[in-house]
């Protein structure tokens, strides 16, 4: 017996699997679906949606996915149904795109296990120098050329204080796949950072975060603290394939709640506005789905100074979720109305469109993205790549590299002092302040 039913994407043992089609649908099989038991009671604590086969399994995906769980929450699972598998997450479809569709499961539980041996192969102390292990990335990158038919090259890409990263290239597609040091600095196993926390934040990012805000996660292995074969694979993020803020003003941005919130955005954990590390992960400050929903559609309208409109989604979401989200927004500008740029102008109107069109936007924070980290070589790559380009030409006119460092800051500063003057007059229009 099959049953169909909508899931989160997963291949899960004993007859459970998934997988995400080209077009992002997905398609969950449960084989001998009488064995399905619902024990809500017994796992309320746990929140677990099903329990499969006496209670031995349980779908750990889901579990992750409905709230910011923590490695000991995890932990008692595993102990209480020790059969529940610790992979998480969906390979890409292109991956199996050539598999008989009776055959990816097995496929599926083969990449997983290659990647849960890879981890376990290259997992050490942060001491050991990467170079020690590229037999390891070698024999991994060509065992998954034969399972996906492209293909593939594994190389060292950089590493921080919990763990160590490498750019996978399979096919056209670039991922990141992260391993955890057996000795992280500073940060236990029992935080917000390492092999068990940052899965579990993926997992949670993956279906609560707007799109784009992190860098997709694909799969891995949730480790519990004496397990060496934690791993996750992301998507690679470079400034072709970030995302910028829909919200343009950054003193609006600021402003706002976001449902999932990266605490750590140092050392490159960021590119432009995509989030690449899962480590210190929160919760925003909201109540609910729908606070969000309409903090999103009041920002979109302050964003377009659109009165009118801003008045009609009040008439339509009238109530307390409103209330709160109104609240919010006036509280925080009263926080960052602190910020003072007397001591420079606003800009002019042959320089405005950095703060009120996109592309300019997106043009300016690449710009200064790579000023701001020496980075000459990507402030160059960028000029090669948009050489000619009409939002370019206008940004690079009255932002570059030639301009001193003080320069560089007086400018910043007028940016954002009239961000802050055009939200100072929306919010006064639309009574928030």
Not at 26 to 53: Q, R, Y
Not at 409 to 419: D, H, L, S
Request: charged fraction near 25%; proline fraction near 2%; hydrophobic fraction near 35%.
């Amino acid at each position: 017996m099959k049953v169909f039913l909508k899931s989160p994407n997963i291949y899960y043992p004993d007859g459970i699997s998934t997988q995400s089609t080209k077009d992002g649908k997905k398609n969950c099989i449960f084989e001998n679906a009488g064995m399905l038991s619902n024990t809500a009671d017994s796992l309320a604590a746990f929140n677990i949606p099903f329990v499969h086969k006496a209670d031995r399994i349980t779908n750990l995906e889901k579990y992750a996915a409905g709230d910011l769980r923590t490695p000991s929450q995890v932990e008692t699972i595993l102990k209480q149904y020790p059969q529940t598998g610790r992979f998480m997450g969906s390979i890409p479809f292109n991956w199996t795109k050539d598999v008989k569709k009776e055959e990816i499961p097995e496929r599926t539980n083969q990449i997983f296990d290659l990647f849960a041996n890879f981890a376990r192969s290259v997992t050490c102390a942060r001491n050991n120098h990467h170079s020690n292990y590229k037999k390891q990335m070698d024999e991994c990158a060509l065992n998954l050329e034969k399972l996906t038919g492209e293909r593939t090259k594994m190389e060292y890409l950089g590493e921080g204080t919990i763990g160590r990263t490498y750019k996978l290239s399979v096919g056209e597609e670039n991922f990141v796949v992260k391993t955890f040091f057996t000795n992280p600095v500073g940060l236990g196993y029992y935080t917000r950072h390492g092999k068990g926390a940052e899965i579990l934040s993926a997992v949670y990012a993956k279906y609560n975060a707007p799109k784009g805000y992190f860098a997709d996660f694909y799969f891995g292995k949730f480790a519990k603290k004496d397990d060496f074969d934690g791993f996750m694979v992301t998507k690679f993020i470079d400034y072709d394939t970030a995302k910028t803020s829909y919200v343009k003003n950054m003193m609006l941005d600021k402003m706002t709640e976001h449902p999932v919130v990266c605490g750590n955005l140092v050392n490159n954990n960021s590119v432009l506005d995509t989030v690449v590390d899962y480590g210190e992960i929160t919760k925003g400050g909201l109540a609910n789905n729908r606070q969000y929903k309409i903090q999103r559609l009041i920002v979109s309208a302050l964003l377009s100074e659109d009165v009118e409109r801003f008045n009609n989604i009040c008439k339509q979401y009238e109530g307390s979720d409103l209330d709160n989200v109104l609240n919010g927004l006036s509280k925080s500008f009263s926080l960052v109305s602190l910020c003072c740029y007397d001591d420079v102008t606003s800009l002019g109107e042959d320089e405005i469109k950095i703060v009120t069109s996109d592309k300019h936007n997106r043009m300016f924070k690449m710009i200064f993205s790579a000023l701001l980290d020496n980075n000459n070589q990507l402030y160059e790559d960028i000029v090669k790549k948009n050489h000619g380009k009409t939002e370019f030409e206008y940004v690079i006119r009255i932002f570059n590299k030639n301009m001193t460092a003080e320069e560089r800051e007086i400018f910043a500063r007028r940016v954002r002092k009239t961000e802050l003057e055009k939200l100072s007059g929306m919010l006064s229009k639309t009574g928030i302040i």
